[in-house]
């Protein structure tokens, strides 16, 4: 006799593995040391599903500083992790990447950030999805515009056939994260999402990309 799953169980195993799932009573008691830029720090930012996962690629990366998650490219003040995920904010979940541009130029980090994710899923990243898990390349200048907006179109003609969905978007304003995102995957290795998605996700972009990773990550 075939035995058929009841929905609400499906939809429980679904937030366990999803960044949506999480509970703060997992959260760990270990806060993100203060991290202080220098003059020479400039600031990239990237959306690409969960920040849990963004955030632990790009400090992966060689001449990142620091990467800090947060919110961005919507239309409401002061967003929280929970008016975030109804969708209604129009806010992404982004990082806030602090890197050396003597040791990592913007367009290798947003090489980073197409090599780490898929740019032609609409509105999420495999297993969240909703508005605020799109794919969007924040800008801060016409230089930054043109390195973004050439490689979706080399991207586009190599690989994805015109099928790339990821937001160029000009940046205005970025909200930090609670801090108990911050430096997630790091403090919680156990925790069902990071050890299912966050971390298998952060191994195919170090198998993918060595040359670009820090000392310590290989």
């Not at 790091?186 to 298998?200: E, G, L, M």
Request: charged letters at 25%; proline letters at 4%; a neutral charge.
């Amino acid at each position: 006799m075939k035995i058929i799953k009841p929905v609400f169980t499906i939809a429980i195993s679904l937030l366990l593995i999803s960044c949506l799932g999480f509970s703060k009573k997992e959260e760990t008691t270990n806060q993100k040391a203060i991290y202080v830029p220098t003059e020479s720090t400039e600031i990239a930012y990237f959306a690409s599903g969960c920040f849990w996962c963004v955030e632990a690629i790009f400090e992966s990366v060689h001449g990142v500083e620091e990467a800090v998650s947060g919110y961005a490219g919507g239309h409401t003040k002061n967003p929280t992790y929970e008016s975030s995920n109804t969708g209604k904010t129009g806010h992404a979940e982004t990082v806030a990447v602090y890197y050396n541009p003597k040791e990592v130029s913007f367009e290798t980090l947003v090489t980073v950030y197409f090599g780490s994710h898929d740019p032609t899923t609409v509105n999420g990243q495999h297993p969240d999805y909703g508005s605020q898990y799109r794919s969007i390349a924040f800008y801060q200048n016409d230089a930054e515009k043109k390195i973004i907006e050439n490689t979706i179109a080399t991207l586009n003609k190599e690989k994805y056939n015109g099928k790339i969905a990821t937001e160029v978007t000009q940046f205005t304003k970025f909200y930090k994260a609670e801090e108990y995102h911050q430096d997630f995957e790091k403090r919680n290795p156990n925790q069902s999402y990071i050890k299912a998605v966050s971390i298998p996700r952060l191994n195919k972009f170090k198998s993918k990309f060595p040359e670009l990773l820090k000392d310590s990550e290989h």
